[in-house]
Every structure is written in C-alpha cells, then in structure tokens.
C-alpha cells in the first residue's frame, strides 16, 4: 500500500454534522466564532485592525519586573518580613559591589590608583557613600577622633610594608573588604533608592563602569560590578534584548517553514500571519492590563507563537486539502473549521489548564505567568479562528489552477505522507508488542524522573555573560561570598539600643553568626563595640554611642533602624545550591534558640534573600511538581470528558506523560535537578504537547469506519495529520529553541527544554500513540467476543 498518495485524502474529513449518528461537537460549537469571518469578512477586517492598533499602544506599556525576590514574593509572613527589612535596613538592595583583583593590588602605584577610584565613584551623582579599605581608621587615642589608617601621602620603602602588615592584620578590613592574600578588595557603594528604583540606574551604572576602567587601567588590576542593582540592570536588558531577538527568530523560522512546504505567499501568511496578530494582541492585552515582564514573562512571545501555530498549521493544512479536493474557498475554510475547529477548542483548553496549574504556586512570579498565559490563550484561541478564514478568503485566487498544479507535484507534503504512513504501517503490524514496549519505557523513564531533587541558585536568575555573576563568584571565593544572610534582632517594648541587655543579645547573635560554618564577613553595631573595646580600651556604652552617631546616616542604617528599636547583624555566603545552604540556615536558627530563651523579650529571626530561597525553594518546586502530576490526570479525564470517550482517555495517557518523563530523564543526565525554569516548562509543555495529541485523535474519530480494516482505520488519520503534526512541532521547537541565545540561564533552560518536549511528544504520538490506539481497541474487540461468548453460552 503507498500511504503517502494523494489519494488518500478522505472523503470523511467533512462530516455532515447534522446527519443522525454524526460525531458530537467535540467543540461544544465554540469553533463557529470562526464562520463569522467568512461571513463579516469586510467587517472583521477593520475589528482587526482597529485592535492591533490599540494592542501596539499596549505594547509600549509593557515594563520590566527586575526584582531578584520576585520568585519567592508571596503573601507568606517570612516574605513580608523580608520585605520589611529591606524597608528598614535598605542597604544590600540599593549597593553595588565594586571587586577590584589583581596580584598588584597592594603596591604602591596600584594603591593610589585605587583610592583615586574610591574618591573619583563618591562623586558620581546619585551615589550616597561608600566603605571600603580606605574606611578604615587607626585605634582612637584619648577623646579624639580616629586617624584615617592611610595616610594623606602613602609612606615609602619599609614604612610603606608596615603600613601594608597593619591592613592586612586589621580586624574591619581582613576578611571583609580586603582578602587574605591581599590580592582582591571590595568596595561597597551605595545608591541613592530613587536611582535604583527609576529610569536613572542604566547612567549611573554605566558611569561607575566607566570611571572604573579608566581609573584602573595600566595597573594591571582587573575591576567587575556586582551587587543587587547590577544585577537588577543586567536582567531588565536581558529582558528587552531577548524581547526583540524572539519576536524576530519566530518570525522568520515560522515564515520560513510554511513557505517552504505550502510553495505559496498566500498560505503562508494564511498559516503565519495569525499567530503573529496572536502575539501583538496577547502582548497589548498584558501591557494594558500592567503585566511586567520578568524571566518567565519573556517567553510568552515563543510561547504564544507555539499555542497559535501549531492549530493554524492545521487549519491551513485542512483548507488546503480541500482545495485540492476541487471546492471553493469559502467551502475549503468553512470545512476546515468545522473539521479542525473543535479540536482547535480542545487544544487551547488543555492549554489553558496548563497555565491554571500555575496559579496553584506560591510564588506571585510563576502565578503572575499563569494568569498571563491563560489570557494569551484565550487571545489566541479567538485570534487563529477568526484571522485563518479571514486571510484565505482575502488571499486566495485561481483555486481551481492552484490544485490542478499541485495535484501534479506536491513532493514536500507527499513525503512526509509517506514517512507517517510508513511509521504508521510499521506500528499497527505489533502493536500488542510497541505498546508493552511503551508501558515499560514510559515507567521506567518516571521512576528517574521521579529521583529528580529540587535545585535553586541565584546566579542562575542572573545574566551569566555579565559582569555580576563573575564578580560574585570571586567574592565566593575570596570573601565567603556576595549573597547576604541577616539576623533581625527586634527589641521588646521600650527596651533601649544601649542598654546592658540590648548589647548582649546583638554580641551573642554576632557570635552565632560568626561560628556559623559557611557564614563570613559578618557586620553589626558590635563590630565597633568590639574595635573600641579591643583598640582603645573604651567599653563604656557612652563610647559607642558618640561614635555610632559620627557615622554617616547611609552606614547607621545598615545596622540600626531609624527607630533605634531594632538591629541586623549581616553575613555573607556564597552562591550555593539551596539544597546546601538550607543546613547551614537550620543550623544557625538553632544556634540562636538558645539566645531567644535566655531572652525571651527579644524577637530573633533570621531573614534576607538566601534564607527565604533556601526555605521555600523546594517545597515550591515541589508543590509545582505534584500540581504537574494533578494536571495530568485532570487534563485526561477533560479529553474523555470532551470525547464522551474512555478509550480516548485512556489511549491519551502515555503519548502524554512521554515528553514529560524523558525530558525528566535527561535533566537527571546531565545532573541538572529540577529548577523553577524546568517545571514551569514540563508543565506548559504538557499542555502545548497535547495539541498535536488531540488534533490526531479528532482525526481519529472522523476517520472511523465501522466494518473497515482496523489497520486503515489507524493507518489513515496518521496520514491525513502526520504531516502538520510533524512541520507544527519543528516549528514550535525552533521557536521555544531560539531562547538559547538568551544572556539568562534559566531562560536557557526553558527555552531547549520546552523545544525538546515538543519533539519527544510529536515521537510520541507518532510512535506510541497508533500502536496504544491499536491494542486497546484489539483488547475491546477480544473482550466484546468474550462476553457474547459467555451470554450465549448461557
């Protein structure tokens, strides 16, 4: 039998729905929107129009969400109270970490090169202050002020080494803002809030680049920026790069793709065009609606890209086919509608569903993504039905030459005619053999996904081609780390900042912190108790307020709130996995249940960034995970429902748990865990997967043919389907794939994971899918015989 002939186009792929005993509407009719277009064609013309012109305005709303928290915000306590310690102690959201290295560092030459950089960054305008080596004062002597540790002029020869032996041996600057080998400094420079938080931050940061290059070169001393609003600068243009760069590669590969097997302008922007309007109106919807793009949020444009293709290409495939079959195209549009259209419905409910599992998060990041998407599939959903027919009445000419001249050489869909028909062919010939096969396949490929731990780094938020992450690695490496881990100490009622007591919770706390294995540079209000105490020999509590009050308001604020009612005594650790750093959390929180007894009037809480993602990290990913494995058997159950179908159900499960389970597999490969990026994007691609799932079965239950060879009954849909199941899913993996080019790792990992679920769950109806549909209606047929066996046998 040649399955890739032409011929083989069926008669059945218009059903007469008003028949008795025709297929039900799988639909429930919501695929009619689209008849409205070939009937108002002039008029929906200009409704099109008119909003894409108020979705462009939309667009340009569009802003960008650059908070590095925006994945644990919540209205959780342990969110709230992090968000109101950064409101308190405003000191590492608003600093940027300058990391000077270089083996030079502490010579002369390259001394006065630094300090000239610290003088030169102070001036820059919106800059608040800053600390660095050069902060750093001698002991005080008698009631005078402390001397700068660096003199005005630096000494020379042996003056200068001892100079270099009391840096190195100074208890503010060792270990903190100086490495051991002296060999890499820190500077920290804090910004002024309305800087960070408005549109000034891009000068300010580019300025500080910039004095910082000119300042250093020649010295061979190597400087990099680091800190929160770095980092918050190189993630918001991540964003809008990656915006700009996806709109056009989807553009272009989805352009390209169709022109190529459809050989005509016309079908292509009929298959092409739809998704792109999708993508405008879906993109001025969430402008108009104050939806901020974020890394999950970037990704919509590919996604919606996917969601609308994938039922245009089918659309366009139905429409074309019928055209060949001699109708008109006002015939050719109506058909494929309500042939492709109600699956087309179904697709873009699994999807949606998709999206509702997110809302099920804790995160307001994830579920902000889920409401954006489930909006954009609504969008789409009209959008396709709606602009298909309307382009195809608008475009085509000459029908009837088009399929006369096609008819004579359509080798491009003919072979992929002819490899469905032989895939198809080779499964329904065992199929009692694939589909154990598969069954053991899929549950073995479950059982390593099922081994998959959760993972969570910050540097994998971040930009991983910038300046930020390297230069907090260095500082991981040389300082304990970038990242700050914070102790609240909270005051009961009355209680002074001075008093006897207040002092010896915020020194026991400090010493917790500081015997916290993997916890370093550790700062707070008794770091000059201790340097007064140790230096000067003034322990007396009026000795440190006179100095607490000469510091600059920016440094006070670290430590003291303006209230005087609460301290933070901060830490640093570097960028580890969650997974290590929650030990070293639990462990400090234990350490200080010994203080919150002896002083139960003080309310201790460790908090800051690292804490709350260690925390929350995983049970979120968890969480997301078991909403995964809801979604499944809810979304099967919907296609049965939909299909008034168990067999459909049932023969659903495998072709749509496959791309799920083998993607989980080679994140388990390559030791990859399983990131917010990876869940997030099993569980869309889940729903997206299933597209091509359901347009096969739709096709499936049209093409049955009571009485008919069984074999031709599967043999045929895979036919007619296969091949806009095959060019969908290469599109839609090229546009989930173009993230890869993504500054953003996370973003990577979506963007080729999604991309190589949608090919292993095109396998998976191409392979499994026939093979299940076989067996289990072999199994129906056996049993049926059996049971009429028995009845007449009684």
């Known amino acids: 039998m040649a399955f890739g002939s032409t011929d083989q186009r069926s008669d059945?792929?218009?059903?007469?729905?008003?028949?008795?005993?025709?297929?039900h509407r799988l639909g429930f009719g919501l695929e009619r929107i689209g008849l409205v277009s070939l009937r108002f064609p002039l008029l929906v013309a200009l409704a099109v129009i008119a909003l894409s012109a108020a979705a462009a305005v939309g667009v340009t709303r569009l802003k960008v969400d650059d908070s590095l928290s925006q994945l644990f915000r919540s209205d959780t306590a342990e969110f709230k109270q992090y968000e109101e310690v950064t409101r308190r102690f405003p000191s590492s959201e608003f600093d940027v970490l300058v990391v000077v290295e270089g083996k030079s560092l502490l010579t002369r030459p390259s001394l006065e090169k630094l300090r000239d950089l610290v003088t030169d960054i102070q001036l820059i305008d919106g800059t608040k202050g800053l600390i660095s080596l050069f902060s750093a004062r001698q002991p005080p002597q008698g009631d005078r002020l402390p001397a700068p540790l660096f003199p005005e002029a630096l000494p020379e020869g042996a003056a200068y080494d001892a100079l270099i032996g009391q840096v190195k041996a100074n208890?503010?600057?060792?270990?903190?803002?100086?490495?051991?080998?002296?060999?890499?400094?820190?500077?920290?420079?804090?910004?002024?809030?309305?800087?960070?938080?408005?549109?000034?931050?891009?000068?300010?940061?580019?300025e500080i680049r910039k004095t910082v290059d000119q300042d250093l070169a020649g010295t061979g001393l190597n400087g990099r920026l680091s800190g929160v609003p770095v980092m918050q600068l190189e993630i918001r243009n991540a964003v809008e790069r990656d915006h700009l760069i996806y709109n056009a590669i989807g553009f272009v590969a989805g352009c390209a793709i169709a022109i190529l097997f459809f050989r005509r302008v016309s079908f292509m922007i009929m298959a092409a065009a739809p998704p792109l309007i999708a993508i405008l109106l879906a993109l001025g919807s969430l402008g108009w609606l104050d939806f901020r793009l974020n890394m999950f949020l970037n990704v919509m444009t590919p996604l919606i890209m996917v969601i609308s293709f994938s039922d245009s290409m089918q659309l366009t495939f139905a429409a074309r086919d019928r055209l060949l079959a001699g109708e008109s195209k006002?015939?050719?549009?109506?058909?494929?509608?309500?042939?492709?259209?109600?699956?087309?419905?179904?697709?873009?409910?699994?999807?949606?569903?998709?999206?509702?599992?997110?809302?099920?998060?804790?995160?307001?990041?994830?579920?902000?993504?889920?409401?954006?998407?489930?909006?954009a599939t609504l969008i789409a959903f009209v959008a396709v039905l709606t602009l298909m027919p309307l382009l195809g009445v608008l475009l085509l000419r000459k029908e009837a030459s088009f399929a006369a001249k096609v008819k004579e050489s359509d080798a491009a869909v003919d072979v992929l005619r002819r490899i469905c028909g032989w895939i198809a062919g080779h499964m329904v010939r065992r199929p009692g053999v694939y589909s154990a096969l598969s069954v053991l396949v899929v549950g073995g490929l479950a059982l390593v996904y099922a081994n998959l731990e959760p993972r969570y780094r910050l540097a994998d938020q971040v930009p991983d081609k910038q300046q930020a992450v390297a230069a907090s690695s260095r500082l991981d490496a040389k300082l304990t780390g970038a990242n700050p881990v914070d102790v609240l100490v909270e005051f009961p009622q009355g209680a002074s900042l001075y008093s006897p007591t207040s002092l010896a919770v915020i020194g026991s706390v400090h010493a917790a912190l500081e015997k916290q294995a993997g916890v370093g540079n550790v700062w707070s209000l008794e770091t000059l108790r201790?340097?007064?105490?140790?230096?000067?020999?003034?322990?007396?509590?009026?000795?440190?307020?006179?100095?607490?009050d000469l510091l600059p308001e920016h440094l006070k604020r670290r430590f003291v709130s303006a209230e005087e009612n609460a301290v933070v005594v901060s830490g640093r650790i570097p960028d580890i996995d969650a997974s290590r750093l929650l030990p070293v959390i639990g462990n400090l929180d234990a350490a200080l249940d010994e203080i919150r007894a002896k002083n139960p009037g003080y309310k201790i809480s460790v908090t800051g960034l690292s804490a709350v993602a260690a925390r929350n990290s995983a049970s979120m990913i968890g969480k997301l995970n078991k909403a995964l494995t809801i979604e499944i058997v809810f979304v099967a159950a919907f296609i049965g429902i939909c299909f008034r179908s168990l067999f459909v159900m049932a023969v659903s499960i495998l072709p749509g748990i496959f791309p799920i389970v083998v993607s989980g597999a080679v994140l388990w490969a390559m030791g990859e865990g399983l990131q917010f990026a990876s869940i997030v994007a099993l569980t869309v691609s889940f729903g997206l997967g299933l597209s091509a799932t359901i347009h096969y079965l739709n096709r499936l239950r049209l093409e049955y043919r009571p009485g008919e060879d069984p074999k031709l009954g599967v043999i045929r849909p895979t036919v007619l389907v296969g091949p806009a199941l095959i060019l969908t899913s290469v599109v839609l993996a090229c546009g989930l794939a173009v993230t890869v080019f993504s500054d953003l790792p996370s973003l990577r990992l979506f963007g080729w994971l999604s991309a190589f679920a949608m090919i292993a769950a095109l396998i998976g109806d191409l392979l499994i899918l026939p093979a299940t549909v076989m067996s289990l209606r072999e199994i129906i047929r056996w049993a049926r015989k059996r049971f009429a066996a028995l009845a007449r046998a009684n």
């Open 12 to 23: 059945a792929a218009t059903p007469n729905m008003s028949r008795k005993g025709a297929p």
């Open 330 to 375: 006002f015939e050719a549009m109506r058909n494929a509608i309500l042939v492709v259209g109600p699956a087309c419905v179904l697709t873009h409910g699994t999807a949606g569903l998709s999206f509702v599992a997110l809302l099920l998060s804790d995160s307001h990041l994830i579920r902000t993504f889920g409401a954006a998407g489930l909006i």
């Open 171 to 206: 208890e503010i600057i060792r270990g903190k803002l100086l490495s051991e080998d002296g060999e890499l400094a820190l500077i920290v420079l804090a910004l002024d809030p309305a800087v960070v938080e408005g549109k000034g931050l891009n000068d300010v940061i580019s």
């Open 530 to 548: 201790r340097w007064l105490a140790e230096k000067a020999g003034k322990a007396d509590t009026a000795s440190l307020k006179q100095y607490v």
